[in-house]
């Protein structure tokens, strides 16, 4: 960590394309002389600066500035000292100081995925979605060891669950804008009314 460090731009997370990122918390503008021309300039100077390997998520960036303010496993003492007594005050000042960290994060507009790729999101979109892709087959494979497959109205839902795994997969695949991936949920209520239908034929 660094502190009270000039720099370029006005920006939260700073690129330096070598596979590592400055991220710069409390920035502020000052008027200094430069040293040249004699005349004022306006510089940015940002209050603490962590250096962090690329992707720079959020966990990455929690993780350098703990490590900068609890050196030497002073984290993880606060963390046992919390698993004892959860009203331990090095562990309360510990998850205060953890939870500042997420708060400035998200001021500065970094979320979870914030620094992940198009790829990575989509990826990550598919596997979250294959747990509900298990559920089904799983409800699908029970209603038809209790009814056989000659059901209609089952073998029905079980087509309509199929359609829609293909359906939400093909969506996933087809994104091309990476804030457009970053906003497709797999809604709980949709998910929830499938496994409603799969019951009576449970019972």
Not at 30 to 44: A, H, L, M, S, Y
Not at 124 to 141: D, G
């Amino acid at each position: 960590m660094q502190k009270n460090v000039q720099i370029n731009a006005d920006v939260f997370i700073e690129d330096l394309k070598t596979g590592h990122s400055y991220v710069n918390f409390d920035r502020r503008a000052e008027v200094v002389t430069d040293e040249q021309t004699g005349q004022p300039r306006n510089v940015i100077i940002t209050a603490e600066q962590y250096r962090v390997t690329n992707p720079a998520t959020r966990a990455r960036i929690i993780n350098a500035v703990i490590q900068a303010n609890y050196p030497d496993g002073e984290d993880t003492a606060a963390l046992r000292k919390g698993i004892v007594d959860a009203t331990n005050s090095e562990f309360i000042a510990f998850n205060n100081f953890v939870e500042a960290i997420k708060a400035k994060c998200a001021s500065e507009g970094v979320g979870e995925d914030i620094s992940l790729t198009l790829d990575q999101v989509k990826a990550k979109l598919l596997k979250e979605f294959s747990v509900t892709i298990n559920k089904f087959t799983l409800l699908a494979t029970r209603a038809r060891l209790i009814n056989g497959s000659g059901n209609a109205q089952l073998e029905g839902l079980i087509a309509y669950t199929n359609q829609v795994r293909e359906t939400t997969v093909t969506a996933i695949n087809s994104f091309s804008d990476l804030r457009v991936a970053q906003r497709f949920r797999i809604r709980a209520e949709d998910v929830a009314a499938i496994e409603a239908q799969f019951q009576p034929f449970l019972f």
